[in-house]
């Protein structure tokens, strides 16, 4: 089955400064790719996504990159803020399977010191 | 819209007993799922329903089992708790609009129900 890993799994930045998180999937049949930002106590929540016919896309200070050949995404945070400080996770889908599932990386701990 | 609710938020269990956590939506979302988060493994899929009155095992099924009866509602169960499933439970929807659609829908999550098994 699909599998996703990603790094670091911890990372601390300053801020202003940018940071980028890696990810690699290992099923070459996925085709969505969306990375959600988990604030403590609270549910993960959607930040940005990408498709596989789609090479990178930005929202403001977030853009994420897309390697289809490599099978690697990555997440890339702009001028970051203390209130960027979350635990990030990617995720991969496979179109095929129609059900919506996500199979989710380990998760990345951004700490933005002031 | 309350989106994705959870009961309850806190719980704890002796080994063996049993219980239900339950999750809600009010989105009119298609399909539902429920995850597990422990510390450096993310998210892990226990089960999830496509549609309503279907479900199917996801990653880490043993020791759960799951009801959805009702669109709106997601119950997930465990008959005779271990201390091996201590986590965070989170239940999460989809609109999951069918064919052409359902791979590329957002999930939203709940708020988690944080369960202890001593």
């Known amino acids: 089955g699909e599998n996703v890993e990603q790094h670091p799994s911890t990372l601390s930045v300053q801020e202003g400064d940018s940071a980028v998180i890696k990810c690699t999937y290992s099923d070459s049949a996925s085709n969505y790719f969306p990375w959600y930002k988990q604030e403590l106590g609270k549910g993960p929540q959607l930040i940005i996504d990408?498709?596989?016919?789609?090479g990178e896309k930005k929202d403001q200070r977030i853009a994420v990159t897309l390697n289809k050949t490599a099978k690697h995404f990555s997440l890339h945070i702009t001028e970051t803020q203390p209130e960027d400080s979350a635990v990030y996770f990617c995720?991969?889908?496979?179109?095929?399977?129609?059900?919506?599932?996500?199979?989710f990386g380990q998760g990345t701990t951004l700490q933005v010191k002031p | 819209n309350a989106g994705v609710t959870q009961t309850p938020k806190f719980q704890v269990l002796k080994t063996g007993q049993s219980m239900t956590l339950q999750c809600a939506q009010d989105?009119?979302?298609?399909?539902m799922y429920w995850y597990r988060q422990d510390p450096g493994m993310g998210l892990r899929l226990i089960y999830y329903s496509a549609s309503e009155g279907t479900t199917d095992k996801g990653e880490v099924p043993d020791g759960y089992n799951v009801s959805r009866l009702k669109k709106q509602n997601f119950l997930l169960g465990l008959e005779s708790a271990a201390p091996s499933q201590t986590s965070v439970y989170f239940c999460?929807?989809?609109?999951?609009?069918?064919?052409?659609?359902?791979?590329?829908?957002?999930?939203?999550f709940g708020p988690g129900t944080r369960l202890t098994v001593l």
């Open positions: 995720a991969a889908s496979k179109g095929s399977s129609n059900t919506g599932k996500l199979i």
């Open positions: 999460a929807s989809s609109p999951n609009r069918g064919t052409g659609g359902g791979e590329y829908n957002e999930q939203f």
């Open positions: 990408i498709r596989s016919n789609v």
């Open positions: 989105m009119n979302h298609n399909s």
